[in-house]
């Protein structure tokens, strides 16, 4: 395909978008809101520098998070004709580089990239006489990822977890963590396997050590370029740092009001700290939203007005572009089941008015919160899809809950009168329920959120039907699980708000909002609060046209009190 011109290439540009386009090449730094254009922006960046004529396209190297951003790239790069820019996540990038050079800098063949974590940490685990089950071996590697991401060591990792609030969601302790942890480093190189921040970490110190390695790459990349950059975590920074030495040739894109994987390790202090590091940067704010209304970009505006910002030199404040559409829907309900089927009324509204169920999306918090959503969508008979997760009733905890539940009430069909949500939760105590979750995110957190979910079902039916027993739980949810096995077909998106980041819908609902869930009860900490907040911001910029918040008052019908509703809502909710 024939490049096109610069007069093309930049006739599509808004004025902001024009001037990232045609910033001179050195340090940009382009803080972009939500739904303003960023991707076309850098795109086309890239597409001024090669097309004229300032830098090769096998020269550039554009790095993203997803291989899906990293496609959408060179799709658009290819429809504007221009070819053969590396357009790779930071792994690829990173995993091309350490297969390549491998043999001259270290020799042999490299090692082969473990798929999963989980068998090595399951050996560590028995190696060391300590009982791991599969939730607490999944919440053990997500601390190993973070601590190796964030550059930490076994030996560091008690003393940093303390200081970030990691809190890891099982009965085992910082220490305990950190043998695992060195554990599974040792079993690892025993089996001659490295994982996926190795590439990471294996890739920057081979750049480090090897000066004709570190010259190789940095004469194949001359510009480079970052999305989302508030994402990055410090092992990635490290490596950019490398691929760029001391030159400056480096445009980054984010937003700082979106950084919401800091558990993850990322963090938005090199976006904040671009200018520092490069005081003669080109800055340029994207602040025209062409995704959503007047009446949505009103309402995200004052959330960010009422969240004090790192550095008040990144924000963002939304001007939105499209016409004015309805009024935010605010839904209070008396209960969380009647704020389900408010919801849910309210979704086929607007599906019987014309908008197409397939742009509708329900967010929430946790993704235990599905599961009433999911029943209430296939009594509406508007089908769904769950994003980020499995249907409810597919998830393997409640699959064994079921099981185990079917097998009491075989033992015992006897009513109990005042009590069947506490028969059900003795039931689910044998296999590690509680009455308070555990502490932090983290997979044991979801798996009691699932059991509490089926306590809450339990608690439903008997406020229905007083002398409920347990056998009739079971049939009340096998009959809930056979209506939601329907076969998946595009409808309505079920996604918690952290699967949702960077997609978007006519029709937004954000539900649960309720305190205790916004902030979720694990944010205690100034910063996990601040995040959450972001994550709330996350959600408001999914939505183009219609929004609804809601809660309800109370857990059940019966309930004398509830939660109350999430603070921050009278940031968002005009005289609320």
Excluded at 111 to 129: D, Q, Y
Excluded at 131 to 141: F, K, Q
Excluded at 262 to 281: K, N, V
């Amino acid at each position: 395909m024939t490049a096109a011109t610069l007069a093309e290439i930049l006739g599509a540009l808004d004025p902001e978008q024009h001037a990232v386009a045609t910033a001179p090449r050195g340090p940009v730094c382009v803080l972009a809101g939500a739904g303003t254009g960023k991707t076309r922006a850098l795109t086309h960046r890239v597409a001024v520098l090669v097309v004229s004529d300032q830098v090769a396209a096998r020269e550039v190297l554009a790095l993203t998070f997803t291989a899906r951003a990293a496609g959408e790239l060179r799709g658009r790069l290819r429809a504007l004709g221009v070819d053969g820019v590396q357009a790779r996540t930071f792994h690829a990038a990173a995993l091309r580089q350490l297969r390549y050079f491998w043999p001259s800098v270290v020799g042999g063949q490299p090692p082969n990239v473990l798929p999963g974590k989980a068998p090595l940490i399951s050996e560590a685990a028995a190696r060391m006489r300590v009982r791991a089950d599969g939730t607490v071996i999944r919440d053990i590697a997500a601390e190993i990822e973070w601590a190796k991401v964030s550059q930490v060591t076994p030996e560091d990792y008690p003393a940093r977890s303390r200081e970030h609030a990691r809190g890891g969601g099982s009965d085992l302790d910082a220490e305990v963590v950190a043998r695992l942890y060195a554990g599974y480093e040792t079993v690892k190189r025993d089996r001659g396997f490295i994982d996926f921040e190795d590439v990471l970490l294996l890739t920057a110190g081979m750049i480090e050590d090897d000066a004709s390695m570190a010259d190789a790459v940095r004469k194949q990349y001359r510009s480079l370029l970052v999305d989302e950059y508030q994402d990055v975590s410090p092992i990635q920074q490290r490596l950019l740092d490398l691929w760029l030495a001391d030159r400056d040739d480096l445009t980054v894109v984010g937003d700082a009001n979106q950084t919401i994987y800091s558990f993850a390790g990322a963090t938005p202090r090199y976006l904040l700290g671009f200018r520092q590091r490069f005081p003669d940067a080109s800055v340029v704010r994207l602040e025209r939203s062409y995704r959503s209304t007047p009446q949505v970009v009103a309402a995200a505006n004052r959330l960010l007005a009422s969240s004090p910002a790192a550095d008040p030199a990144a924000r963002v404040a939304l001007k939105a572009q499209r016409a004015a559409g309805p009024e935010a829907q605010w839904l209070m309900a008396a209960d969380e089941a009647a704020e389900v089927t408010a919801v849910v009324q309210h979704i086929r509204s607007l599906v019987d008015a014309g908008v197409d169920q397939r742009e509708v999306a329900i967010l929430y918090r946790i993704n235990a919160q599905s599961a009433a959503y999911e029943e209430a969508l296939t009594e509406a008979n508007l089908p769904y899809t769950v994003r980020g997760g499995e249907r409810f009733f597919d998830r393997k905890e409640v699959r064994e809950a079921v099981a185990l539940l079917r097998g009491a009430a075989h033992a015992d069909g006897t009513s109990t009168p005042g009590g069947l949500a506490d028969q059900v939760a003795a039931v689910l105590g044998s296999v590690g329920y509680r009455p308070t979750p555990p502490a932090g995110p983290s997979k044991a957190r979801d798996r009691w959120e699932s059991w509490a979910a089926i306590v809450e079902v339990a608690r439903e039916l008997q406020a229905r039907v007083e002398e409920a027993n347990l056998g009739d739980l079971v049939e009340e949810l096998q009959h809930r699980a056979n209506t939601q096995h329907a076969p998946a077909s595009d409808g309505v998106t079920l996604s918690s708000l952290h699967a949702a980041k960077g997609l978007e819908w006519d029709a937004v609902f954000l539900v649960g909002l309720t305190e205790g869930m916004m902030p979720i009860t694990y944010a205690t900490t100034p910063e996990q609060v601040a995040e959450e907040r972001r994550l709330l911001y996350v959600g408001i910029t999914r939505a183009r046209k219609h929004l609804g918040f809601s809660y309800g008052l109370r857990r059940s019908p019966g309930d004398r009190r509830g939660p109350a509703p999430a603070p921050v809502l009278g940031a968002v909710w005009p005289g609320f």
